[in-house]
């Protein structure tokens, strides 16, 4: 009469995550009077954990779990059940706020963002930007010129989550500006007469002025040399914040010198008297 022999079912899952935990159960072919002893691996003592009779997963790798039953005088051991868990990081990812697909430049964007691990984020501008731009450590974003910023928001993981990268790409554009002409140009203007034109932006950039026709401008004097159209144009050509303004013209018409004859002469006189005209 030999030994009564048993066997082990082991039941377990064979992927996890790291932070996930779970009971494992394990039993005898014999019922529960032959309990079965679950243990971890000497090889995986890094990646879990038995305590209280909860797995713990605390790392990335391979948990490695052992179920015995050592039998008594009338009952032979079980032959050892091992399963193996594929322990895996968890996937986060970088979520932005209601952050504008557009902007101006000068304009302080911040992009609202956070991981879904709750950790923190690193942000850079990515080589592919074609605009002038910067990033703080809080996620704001500032441009100096036009064109596509393209921020790079990464989180570099932990014992627990993955690392993850993401991009923003945000379009700057300039802002507009406009002339405003402060100077009143004559009207009924004559050869000879002059005036000093004034203009100004709301950039606050310094204006071009540039006169065509019977004018010439010199030292910021507009004189007015023949008769015709004399045609004064303003223009303030941008720069990297701001667009090119639109063009705005003074047009004076230009006439001859108008005269007047003074003539001062008696308004009687008698025969032999004389007198000379002024």
Do not use: E, M, R
């Not at 935990?21 to 090889?43: H, I």
């Not at 596509?148 to 989550?161: D, L, P």
């Not at 300039?174 to 009207?187: D, E, G, Y």
């Not at 950039?203 to 045609?231: E, M, W």
Request: negative net charge; contains cysteine; proline residues 5%.
């Amino acid at each position: 009469i030999g030994l009564t022999t048993q066997s082990i079912t082991f039941s377990a899952p064979t992927t996890a995550y790291v932070g996930d935990s779970f009971v494992p159960q394990a039993v005898s072919s014999l019922g529960a009077t032959y309990p079965v002893t679950v243990s971890v691996d000497s090889s995986s003592t890094s990646v879990c954990t038995l305590s209280n009779g909860v797995v713990n997963f605390l790392t990335a790798g391979t948990c490695t779990l052992i179920a015995t039953q050592s039998g008594d005088s009338a009952t032979a051991p079980a032959l050892p059940v091992s399963v193996s868990i594929t322990v895996s990081q968890v996937d986060q990812n970088v979520a932005f706020g209601p952050v504008p697909a557009s902007t101006d430049v000068g304009t302080v964007l911040n992009l609202g963002a956070s991981s879904s691990s709750g950790l923190s984020l690193n942000y850079a501008i990515d080589p592919s930007s074609t605009a002038t731009c910067s990033v703080d450590k809080f996620g704001n974003v500032t441009a100096s010129s036009q064109g596509s910023c393209v921020v790079s928001v990464s989180q570099n993981g932990s014992n627990k989550f993955k690392s993850t990268t993401s991009k923003k790409t945000i379009h700057v554009g300039q802002l507009s500006q406009s002339l405003t002409i402060n100077s009143v140009a004559p009207i009924g203007a004559a050869v000879g007469d002059s005036y000093v034109p004034s203009v100004t932006s709301s950039s606050n950039l310094p204006v071009s002025i540039s006169v065509s026709g019977a004018c010439t401008l010199i030292s910021g004097v507009v004189s007015f040399t023949s008769v015709g159209v004399c045609t004064v144009s303003y223009d303030q050509a941008g720069n990297n914040k701001y667009l090119a303004a639109t063009t705005v013209q003074d047009v004076v018409v230009i006439g001859l010198t108008t005269q007047s004859i003074t003539f001062s002469a008696p308004t009687t006189a008698y025969v032999g008297d004389s007198f000379v005209p002024q």
